[in-house]
């Protein structure tokens, strides 16, 4: 005997033949193979046997080998064995990957949901390659619906993929073996469902084949103004304000900054001046925090005076973008005197930010400049040369007073510092004569650093040893500041400080939101101390105060440099 054929059998089949081929077998009707498989034998020639395969007990074993033998009127007739080898799949296998596992004969059978053999299952709905699902993006929507959602994972092209929001399905389409996608459907109101991608067969569900996450169904539409979305409670915390957009979206459909904090919304703090002519031209500033530098804007005034029957609006000329704190106007002629008008913001023609409780005012101009042609002048004009003559004799007379009582005192040379060396160190001064090449280096660097997102600033900051945070916060203050972004700057480092700090670790001495700080405080105010207090303190006589200085004979009489 020489082989047996198939040396592999399914058990799903009870009945079924095992082939034995070897040589020199007698025509006879006594043959039957191994007692073990309960079979029956037929002789179809010399080289040839049939061994009919009843039920085999498998003892509950997923796989099984038995030797198949000759016998010929139950005495053995051959003297080798070979070797026939049983698989079950019918086990309890509840997943794929124990149903491959088990067996390098079994799949999984799509359409019953089970393991099985490729004999009893449709060949397109057998695999032996588990469809698995790792992520799906996003997790939440819009309950208008409509948004499209991305499912990866391996092995994904089997047939009739369905998107199952809860007890809505919507059909996915194969973009690759590795992909879905499926438009999520509109639902009536905000709420969280189950998610999941199963696998259908006209209209019956025959498998699922991802986790189960909670799908959101949002309605961060509903607010218009960053305040109310950024306090918002009922769309699971998903909802935040993109100032890109000024719109209040989930994550995703936010193409820039996006924040959950009203700290990113836009603010109108103040105007000036905050009154002008009737007849309009005043350079005027509008102040605020959080203005973008992409967007077109208009300002719009509104009448309120009583005597108006209705509302007229009017626009400011000539709006720009100052920085990310001011935006410049110029105000219309066609206000009445005294009348108060409140302002708000636009940008691309959508309110942007407003304050109810600011107003700018138009006043009447000088009655000087209201002369009508013809009418004497020189009462008038007398009496203002008058007045004016009074006053400059009044201002040389406190002038010299002035005078005599300083040369009277000792004097007192103030030397006017240099608030940047002040700030930053001497090193800068040597800076500043660097010419040609160096400065384009500079300009270059400067461009980069000055990106709205901050986002080579942000990576600096990130990667700089706490040892070097000294000298990094110095230039980089220094940088922003010389572009009016300065405080843009030390919120950018104080958000990130409070994003990854723990409450007790916060602002620490040594972290570089601190530093910049510090060195933002000085820079800003050196030259402010010093013309508040530098004259003062330079007349102090510190030479008639031992206590004051060790060595107070060395004070020099002739001068004292701050």
């Given at each position: 005997?020489?082989?047996?054929?198939?040396?592999?059998?399914?058990?799903?089949?009870?009945?079924?033949?095992?082939?034995?081929?070897?040589?020199?077998?007698?025509?006879?009707?006594?043959?039957?193979?191994?007692?073990?498989?309960?079979?029956?034998?037929?002789?179809?020639?010399?080289?040839?046997?049939?061994?009919?395969?009843?039920?085999?007990?498998?003892?509950?074993?997923?796989?099984?080998?038995?030797p198949v033998q000759l016998y010929l009127n139950s005495v053995p007739y051959t003297t080798n064995t070979v070797n026939v080898s049983y698989y079950d799949c019918s086990q309890d296998w509840n997943t794929c990957g124990k149903c491959i596992s088990s067996s390098a004969q079994c799949g999984w059978c799509i359409t019953s949901g089970g393991c099985s053999d490729i004999s009893v299952c449709p060949s397109a709905w057998w695999t032996r390659e588990c469809p698995v699902i790792n992520a799906t993006y996003p997790l939440s929507t819009s309950k208008s619906?409509?948004?499209?959602?991305?499912?990866?994972?391996?092995?994904?092209?089997?047939?009739?993929?369905?998107?199952?929001?809860?007890?809505?399905?919507?059909?996915?389409?194969?973009?690759?073996?590795?992909?879905?996608?499926?438009?999520?459907?509109?639902?009536?109101?905000?709420?969280?469902?189950?998610f999941s991608v199963v696998y259908m067969l006209d209209s019956r569900t025959l498998q699922t084949y991802s986790p189960t996450y909670n799908f959101a169904f949002t309605d961060c539409a509903s607010y218009t103004t960053c305040g109310g979305c950024s306090t918002d409670v009922i769309n699971f915390n998903l909802c935040g304000w993109c100032p890109y957009t000024f719109t209040c979206s989930a994550r995703f459909e936010c193409p820039g900054r996006w924040g959950q904090r009203t700290e990113l919304c836009p603010t109108v703090t103040g105007i000036r001046?905050?009154?002008?002519?009737?007849?309009?031209?005043?350079?005027?500033?509008?102040?605020?925090?959080?203005?973008?530098?992409?967007?077109?804007?208009?300002?719009?005034?509104?009448?309120?005076?009583?005597?108006?029957?209705?509302?007229?609006?009017?626009?400011?000329?000539?709006?720009?973008?100052?920085?990310?704190?001011?935006?410049?106007?110029?105000?219309?002629?066609?206000?009445?005197?005294?009348?108060?008008?409140?302002?708000?913001?636009?940008?691309?023609?959508?309110?942007?930010?407003?304050?109810?409780?600011?107003?700018?005012?138009?006043?009447?101009?000088?009655?000087?400049?209201?002369?009508?042609?013809?009418?004497?002048?020189?009462?008038?004009?007398?009496?203002?040369?008058?007045?004016?003559?009074?006053?400059?004799?009044?201002?040389?007379?406190?002038?010299?007073?002035?005078?005599?009582?300083?040369?009277?005192?000792?004097?007192?040379?103030?030397?006017?510092?240099?608030?940047?060396?002040?700030?930053?160190?001497?090193?800068?001064?040597?800076?500043?004569?660097?010419?040609?090449?160096?400065?384009?280096?500079?300009?270059?660097?400067?461009?980069?650093?000055?990106?709205?997102?901050?986002?080579?600033?942000?990576?600096?900051?990130?990667?700089?040893?706490?040892?070097?945070?000294?000298?990094?916060?110095?230039?980089?203050?220094?940088?922003?500041?010389?572009?009016?972004?300065?405080?843009?700057?030390?919120?950018?480092?104080?958000?990130?400080?409070?994003?990854?700090?723990?409450?007790?670790?916060?602002?620490?001495?040594?972290?570089?939101?601190?530093?910049?700080?510090?060195?933002?405080?000085?820079?800003?105010?050196?030259?402010?101390?010093?013309?508040?207090?530098?004259?003062?303190?330079?007349?102090?006589?510190?030479?008639?105060?031992?206590?004051?200085?060790?060595?107070?004979?060395?004070?020099?009489?002739?001068?004292?440099?701050?």
């Amino acid at each position: 005997m020489s082989s047996v054929s198939p040396s592999m059998t399914y058990l799903g089949v009870q009945a079924h033949s095992v082939v034995v081929t070897g040589t020199q077998f007698v025509n006879s009707t006594g043959y039957s193979c191994s007692p073990q498989l309960n079979t029956t034998a037929t002789w179809i020639d010399s080289k040839t046997i049939n061994c009919t395969v009843g039920s085999v007990d498998m003892a509950g074993n997923t796989f099984l080998s038995n030797p198949v033998q000759l016998y010929l009127n139950s005495v053995p007739y051959t003297t080798n064995t070979v070797n026939v080898s049983y698989y079950d799949c019918s086990q309890d296998w509840n997943t794929c990957g124990k149903c491959i596992s088990s067996s390098a004969q079994c799949g999984w059978c799509i359409t019953s949901g089970g393991c099985s053999d490729i004999s009893v299952c449709p060949s397109a709905w057998w695999t032996r390659e588990c469809p698995v699902i790792n992520a799906t993006y996003p997790l939440s929507t819009s309950k208008s619906g409509g948004a499209e959602i991305t499912i990866s994972g391996i092995n994904l092209d089997v047939p009739s993929p369905v998107c199952q929001f809860g007890n809505e399905s919507v059909n996915a389409t194969q973009l690759d073996e590795d992909t879905i996608v499926c438009a999520a459907p509109a639902v009536g109101q905000i709420s969280q469902v189950p998610f999941s991608v199963v696998y259908m067969l006209d209209s019956r569900t025959l498998q699922t084949y991802s986790p189960t996450y909670n799908f959101a169904f949002t309605d961060c539409a509903s607010y218009t103004t960053c305040g109310g979305c950024s306090t918002d409670v009922i769309n699971f915390n998903l909802c935040g304000w993109c100032p890109y957009t000024f719109t209040c979206s989930a994550r995703f459909e936010c193409p820039g900054r996006w924040g959950q904090r009203t700290e990113l919304c836009p603010t109108v703090t103040g105007i000036r001046p905050s009154f002008g002519s009737t007849e309009g031209g005043e350079i005027t500033e509008i102040f605020g925090t959080n203005f973008l530098p992409d967007f077109e804007y208009t300002v719009e005034l509104q009448m309120t005076t009583s005597s108006k029957r209705a509302s007229t609006i009017t626009y400011g000329l000539d709006v720009k973008w100052l920085n990310s704190t001011r935006i410049q106007f110029t105000t219309p002629g066609g206000g009445s005197d005294k009348e108060e008008v409140t302002f708000r913001l636009l940008a691309n023609g959508t309110v942007y930010a407003e304050n109810l409780n600011l107003a700018y005012t138009f006043v009447a101009p000088n009655p000087l400049q209201q002369v009508v042609s013809g009418t004497n002048i020189a009462p008038i004009v007398g009496g203002v040369i008058g007045g004016l003559v009074l006053i400059i004799i009044l201002v040389i007379v406190i002038v010299v007073i002035m005078w005599r009582r300083r040369v009277a005192r000792e004097r007192v040379t103030v030397v006017v510092p240099k608030y940047d060396v002040i700030s930053y160190g001497n090193w800068l001064e040597a800076q500043y004569e660097k010419k040609g090449k160096w400065s384009e280096k500079t300009q270059l660097l400067e461009e980069l650093l000055l990106d709205q997102e901050m986002t080579l600033v942000v990576a600096m900051g990130n990667i700089t040893q706490t040892t070097e945070t000294d000298p990094l916060s110095r230039a980089l203050v220094f940088v922003m500041e010389s572009h009016n972004m300065g405080l843009n700057l030390i919120h950018t480092f104080v958000d990130l400080e409070v994003g990854k700090s723990k409450p007790s670790t916060l602002f620490r001495n040594n972290s570089i939101a601190t530093k910049m700080f510090k060195f933002y405080s000085r820079m800003v105010g050196s030259e402010y101390l010093f013309n508040t207090l530098g004259r003062f303190i330079a007349e102090l006589d510190f030479s008639s105060r031992k206590d004051y200085s060790k060595d107070h004979n060395q004070s020099s009489n002739t001068g004292f440099n701050i």
